[in-house]
């Protein structure tokens, strides 16, 4: 993929970040209570909040592609679902090697948990959708819908905690009513740097994505009109 200079600053911005968030995350005092353990907190977290970032921009540019019918609009949908899926699955993963330790088990069948498992079903179904549908306009119809829906999952599922008790912690950043972080100040700091850093990653590679769902785009459109030609010289 032929590199351009936003996409290379972008890129190494994120990496820099990433890589200042690595180092305070290890250089961080160790919980009284957790030891060295509450360092997957510094991934599990920001990974959480780039999965709840990518949906919702899943369902925004869907929306944007039901209003204007612009197919970069589609492409940048698709393309954010998929992180959402693969961020979902880091998440998953960091509070697993977390659990077992902590509650003896790497999973449980809690509200945040379930209703987080359902979200890979709900965003593997968009994007099976999208490989099922071979029209453009209707495919691009179709998921848009899907991933206004699909941003059901954000609120729910940051909520769950709340709504349905089990075994999960409430949230360590409380956002509606009066904001609290339920965590010592110094982790705070450090989550914040981590967060700003997946949340330049979730552009770099929405960008990257959207760039090769483009060129993807294109060929297609290059090679339909052969497919065609070869089509009527057999008929003939």
């Avoid at 600053?9 to 180092?23: Q, R």
């Avoid at 509200?111 to 099922?132: D, F, N, W």
């Avoid at 954000?154 to 956002?175: F, I, S």
């Amino acid at each position: 993929m032929r590199r351009d200079l936003t996409t290379t600053l972008l890129g190494a911005a994120t990496l820099l970040t990433l890589l200042v968030a690595v180092g305070l995350g290890l250089s961080a005092p160790l919980d009284i209570n957790q030891g060295s353990l509450v360092r997957l907190m510094f991934v599990h977290v920001p990974s959480a909040w780039l999965s709840y970032l990518a949906y919702g921009g899943t369902g925004l540019f869907g929306l944007l592609y039901l209003i204007r019918r612009e197919r970069r609009w589609d492409r940048l949908a698709m393309s954010s679902a998929e992180i959402g899926v693969l961020f979902t699955v880091v998440t998953i993963v960091g509070g697993m090697l977390w659990a077992k330790p902590t509650w003896g088990t790497y999973w449980v069948w809690d509200a945040r948990l379930t209703t987080t498992a359902l979200s890979l079903v709900v965003y593997g179904a968009y994007l099976l959708i999208r490989t099922m549908i071979d029209d453009p306009e209707r495919r691009a119809r179709v998921s848009a819908v899907v991933g206004l829906v699909g941003t059901l999952y954000v609120p729910v599922n940051y909520m769950a905690v709340e709504w349905w008790r089990g075994v999960h912690q409430t949230q360590t950043l409380k956002l509606l009513g009066k904001v609290r972080f339920d965590a010592a100040p110094v982790y705070g700091w450090v989550l914040l740097v981590a967060t700003v850093a997946f949340t330049l990653l979730y552009v770099y590679l929405l960008r990257v994505r959207a760039i090769l769902a483009a060129r993807e785009d294109a060929r297609d459109e290059l090679e339909m009109p052969d497919a065609v030609s070869t089509l009527g010289v057999a008929r003939g």
